[in-house]
């Protein structure tokens, strides 16, 4: 790997505590980080940078999932970490910094190779790669990116604004847009496992009768009130989350994707999905915000009773949605996608329905979080909810539990700095998913969708039931509780899953 300079922006935050100092430790023990590496951290504060090693190392202490015991071996990661105040509105604190970065590069012989990653309000984008570029940061003969959490935008249009301007300063191919599920080590081995169970059964010449994509949550809105009930479960995690989701498993069908091919497939799906108008929304689209409830026997309360959230907020909490993909492979599959917070359980799952007669169906799921796993299995949709009862139909399963798994951050950092843009959601595909979901803001916007109140600690509204029952399906494994979730997991593994 080439030697490089790590410019983060935002240093002091939550993010950069909880994900990126532990994943960039984590590259370092495992030798994935250049031989010479340079990082600058910026913030507002006065630190020296002693005392933001310090922080650094602290935050290690509490988030790395490694052993941080090793006092020498942290010195040496730490000894590669400085900071500098910046004020991204403040011109001459670019200027600054770019005495900094060149100073630090002549020290240690490298070449100007910078990464940028604004782990900052999206408000800033804009400036501070603006400042970039005019500060001469971004003209050296290295290579430059820039790396940005979502979200990208609140909508369509300052979707569009945010990358024109964005594309001042950095090329599209310089562009490192995180979606963090796209690290996630399931999504990305999806492909592989996928096309392992499928050659093996013969599945290929099977029809898929209906897709299933859940994310759901017990946490509530907690400290994000603020972005949250500007953004709803609609922003903070279906245009952009679960369309990724769609995208990666739609990708794979009806044969593996290579990664080259992998940013053109995921537009060219967009491209398909049959649009919504503002009107026929309501026929595919189910809005929810929860109510008071019990979770895990504990009282909550309700979205509009949380601290910071607007009396009377319809803002939405819950989002499930009926999609088409108009292809050759998949125009006759409803694929259904919901999320929403305070549900019953945490878990994110794909579920794939095979077309049979008879009570008796065959599912393929895909488990991405918190544990990780897929299997193949037979399960009977009549049965009573305690009763549901999933047999393996083969040994053909695979599952990992959630110790140690590999942090998204960690592939994602590491693939930013080898510049491998895999992972990463491209424009095309974030103008594609807002242009798809503008109809539903604007319906939202106009209250033509009812916003349906549940009951915390429940599956979301009944309407979302029903959304999926008028085709003649439900939701997969909603019922159980969560010792007979276990029982979907399989007890054979015999895929070995290293990272
Ligand atoms: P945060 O509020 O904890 O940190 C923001 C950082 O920006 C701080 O270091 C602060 O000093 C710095 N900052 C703010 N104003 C500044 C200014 N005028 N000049 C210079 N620095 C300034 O936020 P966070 O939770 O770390 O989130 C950072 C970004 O990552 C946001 O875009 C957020 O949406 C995104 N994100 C965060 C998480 C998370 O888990 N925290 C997850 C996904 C995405």
Same mark, same amino acid.
């Given at each position: 790997?080439?030697?490089? #300079?790590?410019?983060?922006?935002?240093?002091?935050?939550?993010?950069a505590?909880?994900?990126?100092?532990?994943?960039?430790y984590?590259?370092?023990?495992?030798?994935?980080?250049?031989?010479?590496?340079? $990082?600058?951290?910026? /913030?507002?504060?006065?630190?020296?940078?002693?005392? &933001?090693?310090? +922080?650094?190392?602290?935050?290690?202490?509490?988030?790395?999932?490694?052993?941080?015991?090793?006092?020498?071996r942290?010195? =040496?990661? !730490?000894?590669?970490?400085q900071?500098?105040?910046?004020?991204?509105?403040?011109?001459?604190?670019?200027?600054?910094?770019?005495?900094?970065?060149?100073d630090?590069?002549?020290?240690?012989?490298i070449?100007?190779?910078?990464?940028? @990653?604004?782990?900052?309000?999206?408000?800033? &984008?804009?400036?501070?790669?603006?400042?970039?570029?005019?500060? %001469?940061?971004?003209?050296?003969?290295?290579?430059k990116?820039?790396?940005?959490?979502?979200?990208f935008?609140?909508?369509?249009?300052?979707?569009?604004?945010?990358?024109?301007?964005l594309?001042?300063?950095?090329?599209?191919?310089?562009?490192?847009?995180?979606?963090?599920?796209?690290?996630?080590?399931?999504?990305?081995?999806? %492909?592989?496992?996928?096309q392992?169970?499928l050659?093996?059964?013969?599945?290929?010449?099977? #029809?898929?009768?209906?897709?299933?994509?859940?994310?759901?949550?017990?946490? %509530?809105?907690?400290?994000r009130?603020? @972005? @949250?009930?500007?953004? /709803?479960?609609?922003?903070?995690? $279906?245009?952009?989350?679960?369309?990724?989701?769609?995208?990666?498993?739609?990708?794979?069908?009806?044969?593996?994707?290579?990664?080259?091919?992998?940013?053109? !497939?995921?537009? =060219?799906?967009?491209?398909?999905?049959?649009?919504?108008?503002?009107?026929?929304?309501?026929?595919?689209?189910?809005?929810?915000?929860?109510?008071?409830?019990?979770? =895990?026997?504990?009282?909550?309360? /309700?979205?509009? *009773?949380?601290?910071?959230?607007?009396?009377?907020?319809?803002?939405?909490?819950?989002?499930?949605?009926?999609?088409?993909v108009?292809d050759?492979?998949?125009?006759? #599959?409803?694929?259904?996608?919901?999320?929403?917070?305070?549900l019953?359980?945490?878990?994110?799952?794909?579920?794939?329905?095979?077309?049979?007669e008879?009570?008796? =169906?065959?599912?393929?799921?895909?488990?991405?979080?918190? *544990?990780?796993?897929?299997?193949?299995?037979?399960?009977?949709?009549?049965l009573?909810?305690?009763?549901?009862?999933?047999?393996?139909?083969?040994?053909?399963?695979?599952?990992?539990?959630?110790?140690?798994?590999?942090?998204?951050?960690?592939?994602?950092?590491?693939?930013?700095?080898?510049? *491998?843009?895999?992972?990463?959601?491209?424009? +095309?595909?974030?103008?594609?998913?807002?242009e798809?979901?503008?109809?539903?803001?604007?319906?939202?916007? *106009?209250?033509?969708?009812?916003?349906?109140?549940?009951?915390?600690?429940?599956?979301?509204?009944?309407?979302?039931?029903?959304?999926l029952?008028?085709d %003649?399906f439900?939701?997969?494994?909603?019922n159980?509780?969560?010792?007979?979730?276990?029982? #979907?997991?399989?007890?054979?593994?015999? @895929?070995?899953?290293?990272?």
């Amino acid at each position: 790997m080439e030697p490089a #300079t790590f410019v983060l922006f935002g240093a002091t935050g939550d993010l950069a505590k909880r994900k990126i100092y532990p994943a960039l430790y984590q590259l370092y023990i495992d030798q994935k980080l250049p031989s010479s590496f340079s $990082f600058i951290g910026l /913030g507002r504060r006065e630190l020296t940078h002693t005392s &933001f090693q310090a +922080n650094v190392e602290k935050s290690l202490l509490t988030f790395s999932r490694s052993d941080v015991k090793d006092a020498v071996r942290i010195k =040496k990661f !730490l000894n590669s970490f400085q900071y500098h105040v910046l004020d991204v509105d403040r011109k001459e604190d670019y200027t600054k910094l770019l005495k900094l970065v060149e100073d630090r590069e002549a020290e240690l012989n490298i070449m100007p190779n910078r990464m940028f @990653y604004l782990s900052v309000g999206p408000e800033f &984008f804009e400036t501070i790669a603006t400042n970039i570029h005019e500060s %001469g940061l971004g003209s050296a003969s290295g290579w430059k990116r820039l790396v940005i959490e979502k979200p990208f935008g609140h909508d369509l249009e300052s979707a569009r604004q945010l990358n024109h301007t964005l594309n001042q300063a950095f090329d599209e191919s310089d562009i490192y847009r995180i979606d963090h599920y796209l690290g996630k080590p399931m999504v990305q081995q999806m %492909g592989q496992l996928l096309q392992s169970t499928l050659t093996e059964q013969d599945l290929r010449t099977r #029809t898929i009768a209906s897709v299933q994509i859940s994310a759901i949550e017990t946490l %509530g809105v907690e400290e994000r009130a603020g @972005y @949250y009930d500007h953004a /709803g479960a609609i922003r903070d995690m $279906f245009q952009n989350h679960m369309l990724q989701l769609l995208m990666m498993l739609t990708i794979e069908f009806p044969k593996r994707s290579s990664a080259d091919e992998v940013v053109n !497939l995921k537009s =060219k799906i967009m491209k398909s999905l049959m649009p919504l108008n503002k009107i026929d929304v309501t026929q595919h689209v189910v809005r929810g915000q929860y109510a008071s409830g019990v979770i =895990k026997e504990e009282q909550v309360v /309700g979205y509009t *009773d949380e601290a910071g959230i607007a009396l009377g907020s319809h803002n939405d909490t819950f989002i499930a949605a009926r999609l088409r993909v108009d292809d050759p492979f998949w125009k006759d #599959t409803p694929i259904y996608i919901r999320t929403g917070k305070r549900l019953k359980e945490k878990v994110t799952r794909i579920v794939i329905e095979f077309t049979s007669e008879g009570p008796v =169906k065959d599912l393929l799921t895909i488990e991405i979080g918190p *544990d990780e796993g897929i299997t193949f299995l037979k399960s009977r949709s009549d049965l009573a909810f305690s009763d549901v009862e999933t047999s393996l139909r083969s040994q053909l399963s695979f599952t990992k539990k959630e110790v140690n798994v590999k942090d998204a951050y960690e592939t994602l950092i590491h693939d930013a700095l080898l510049g *491998d843009k895999t992972y990463f959601a491209h424009w +095309n595909e974030v103008e594609l998913s807002w242009e798809w979901v503008q109809p539903i803001l604007d319906a939202y916007q *106009d209250n033509l969708i009812p916003l349906h109140i549940y009951p915390a600690g429940t599956y979301g509204p009944q309407e979302a039931n029903e959304l999926l029952m008028k085709d %003649g399906f439900h939701w997969w494994f909603d019922n159980r509780n969560a010792s007979d979730n276990d029982a #979907t997991k399989g007890e054979f593994n015999i @895929y070995e899953y290293t990272n």
